[in-house]
């Protein structure tokens, strides 16, 4: 995904979840599942949502290392 390219203000769908999404749609992060997901410039995303991004990668190492 390279982040430079997403429209400013639109929901990037990185983070959004099923369950939080009318529609149904699955986020990147659900999409890659145990795969890889390349995110290609990052530092160009709004500063909440790299922090947003960061925290979720954070959470979801921790439930691996948990082995959830």
Do not use: F, I, W
Request: proline residues 6%; charged residues 25%; hydrophobic residues 35%.
């Amino acid at each position: 995904v390279n982040c430079a390219l997403l429209p400013p203000g639109d929901d990037p769908g990185l983070l959004r979840t099923a369950s939080s999404d009318a529609a149904g749609r699955m986020s990147s992060l659900e999409l890659a599942d145990s795969g890889t997901l390349y995110l290609e410039e990052v530092h160009r995303l709004p500063e909440a949502l790299q922090e947003s991004l960061a925290s979720v990668l954070e959470n979801m190492n921790r439930q691996r290392e948990k082995g959830e």
